[in-house]
């Protein structure tokens, strides 16, 4: 489902203080999934959803700060005036940046695709929708995790 919907271009994305600039410029998906797990909920405080850019079209300008989220993965911020910048996996080679949509403004206009832990998700996040749906046994079942999530 995801491959429908692939894009090859350009888009050009920034913190709320301007001083992290992100561009991607290659391949990437137009297209946005949410995630409702526990360390998602604290970290973005409401819903957190996220689209995927290939690794090699990123370019990254600013300071920015790195959490360790998981021995796996890292949450990256601005040092600045804190704007989330990205998730990333960081135990393989060159993997997708997965970034909130509101960093840039060219995708706004990118569907809802896919959400996970939705038997986690709060009254205050439900989403209407056809989209694809996962709890998270089913998501865990097939992906690297943090057993039983976080507290
Ligand atoms: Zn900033
Ligand atoms: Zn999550």
Request: glycine share 10%; proline share 6%; with cysteine.
């Amino acid at each position: 489902m995801i491959e429908a919907y692939r894009r090859t271009g350009r888009l050009d994305g920034a913190c709320l203080c301007g001083v992290v600039r992100i561009r991607v410029d290659g391949g990437y998906v137009a297209a946005v999934g949410v995630c409702h797990c526990s360390m998602c909920q604290r970290w973005n405080g409401m819903i957190y959803g996220t689209f995927d850019a290939e690794a090699d079209a990123v370019t990254v300008e600013g300071e920015v700060a790195r959490y360790p989220a998981t021995p796996f993965s890292e949450r990256a911020f601005c040092a600045g005036c804190g704007s989330h910048l990205w998730m990333r996996n960081t135990d393989g080679d060159a993997a997708n940046y997965e970034f909130p949509p509101g960093l840039f403004p060219a995708a706004r206009d990118f569907p809802l695709i896919s959400e996970i832990y939705v038997d986690r998700a709060p009254a205050y996040a439900a989403l209407a929708g056809g989209h694809r749906r996962a709890t998270r046994a089913e998501y865990e079942a097939k992906n690297p995790h943090l057993e039983g999530d976080m507290p």
